[in-house]
Every structure is written in structure tokens, then in C-alpha cells.
T-cell receptor, first 120, second 109 residues
Framework: NAGVTQTPKFRVLKTGQSMTLLCAQD?????MYWYRQDPGMGLRLIHY???????AKGEVPDGYNVSRLKKQNFLLGLESAAPSQTSVYFC???????????????????FGDGTRLSIL | AQRVTQPEKLLSVFKGAPVELKCNYS??????LFWYVQYSRQRLQLLLR??SRESIKGFTADLNKGETSFHLKKPFAQEEDSAMYYC???????????FGGGTRLMVKP
């Protein structure tokens, strides 16, 4: 199993260009996430999805859009790239688990290798 | 709002020395806490979670609700422990993690 696969691994864009990052998982996970990692700031959640056809905003959603048309794929789009979006982007997925009480419990998130994006 | 603080950006110790990576959180509900690790050129991966109360690679972490802390400890550091460590807090819905800023651990020979 590949787990979580991100493409591309590296990309350089000019300000104003658009692009889409692809995340694919083969574990049949319900949840998928997009984070950005910046020095000293840890991982910050951009958008996430709790199932096919659903998306929600995270901590830093501005300037990004996402789509989850298929359960296994989660796309992150930059419509008009800005230098402030230079970062390393990580995708993650997790399984839904419901405890006997009906409460949802966190499951470990499985991460991809990351995409290093530079915007000039 | 939930928040995770890792006060040290860098922690440098000698091989064989004890290690403690600090993590403090703020959360109004019942917390679920995790430690994730990222070794050089590898993807981020789960190290341990508080509900498992397990020891992984010699690391342990105890949830202290009074001090709202979840510090990661190891009695004798090894060079292969050098990595970036992230503390993370789960939300009530069980579908989101909030990560701390990370601590880079360097274990010197």
C-alpha cells in the first residue's frame, strides 16, 4: 500500500499563477486534510473533508480552495498564487471511528511526503 | 478555542542524557493528545497517543490535566532520536488536530 501520495513533490510558481496539488489515499479513509508547514509555526490546517463531497475550512483557508469529488482524492487549489503561500504542504488522511458511547474518537492521521511550493 | 504550545523550538542534548520535550495545551473539553515525529527525509508519523499509555522507542508521555501538559520524555536519548517533534490536540468531534509549533531535538554524540 502506498498510503498517502502527494503530487507534485516540488513546484515553483510565479505570482498570480494557479495550480492544483493532488492528494490520493488508498486506505479508504473518511477524513482528509491539507496543512501547511512553516518554520516555527508547526502545521496549520488549511481545509479538511469528513467525507466524499464535503469540505470545510480550517485555520488558514484564505487563498485556497479544495474539492473531494472522490473518496480517495483531495485536491488543493491555489487560484492566484502569492509569495505568502510559499510553504511545504502536507496532506493527511484518517479513519472515522465511533466509540461504543457514540462519541467520535480521534484516529491517527497518516501523512504524505509533502509538496514544497515556492512562489516568486 | 484549542491551542497547543511547545515552548522550545530547539532542544540539544548529548547521547545518553534524559530528554523532556514540553507541550502545554488549552482546551475546554476532554483532551485527546498525540505526539507526532518527523525524521529527516521521512514523512510525519504518529509516535504515541495518551489514551494508549504506551512507550514507543523508549518515549513516554503523561497527560497532566491539572497543569494542562503532555510532556514527552525519554530517560536516555539516542542519536537516532534526532527529529522534529510535534504535539497535537484533538477536538470534540474527533475529526481535527491542532498542532504545536514543533520542537527540533538534536542528540549529539
Amino acid at each position: 500500500n502506498a498510503g498517502v501520495t502527494q503530487t507534485p513533490k516540488f513546484r515553483v510558481l510565479k505570482t498570480g499563477q494557479s495550480m492544483t496539488l493532488l492528494c490520493a489515499q488508498d486506505m479508504n479513509h473518511e477524513y482528509m486534510y491539507w496543512y501547511r508547514q512553516d518554520p516555527g509555526m508547526g502545521l496549520r490546517l488549511i481545509h479538511y473533508s469528513v467525507g466524499e463531497g464535503t469540505t470545510a475550512k480550517g485555520e488558514v483557508p484564505d487563498g485556497y480552495n479544495v474539492s473531494r469529488l472522490k473518496k480517495q482524492n483531495f485536491l488543493l487549489g491555489l487560484e492566484s498564487a502569492a509569495p505568502s503561500q510559499t510553504s511545504v504542504y502536507f496532506c493527511a488522511s484518517a479513519q472515522l471511528k465511533v466509540a461504543g458511547t457514540g462519541a467520535r474518537r480521534d484516529q491517527p492521521q497518516h501523512f504524505g511526503d509533502g509538496t514544497r511550493l515556492s512562489i516568486l | 478555542a484549542q491551542r497547543v504550545t511547545q515552548p522550545e523550538k530547539l532542544l540539544s542534548v548529548f547521547k545518553g542524557a534524559p530528554v523532556e520535550l514540553k507541550c502545554n495545551y488549552s482546551y475546554s473539553g476532554s483532551p485527546e493528545l498525540f505526539w507526532y515525529v518527523q525524521y529527516s527525509r521521512q514523512r510525519l508519523q504518529l509516535l504515541l497517543r495518551h489514551i494508549s499509555r504506551e512507550s514507543i522507542k523508549g518515549f513516554t508521555a503523561d497527560l497532566n490535566k491539572g497543569e494542562t501538559s503532555f510532556h514527552l520524555k525519554k530517560p536516555f536519548a539516542q542519536e537516532e532520536d534526532s527529529a522534529m517533534y510535534y504535539c497535537a490536540l484533538g477536538n470534540n468531534a474527533g475529526n481535527m488536530l491542532t498542532f504545536g509549533g514543533g520542537t527540533r531535538l538534536m542528540v549529539k554524540p
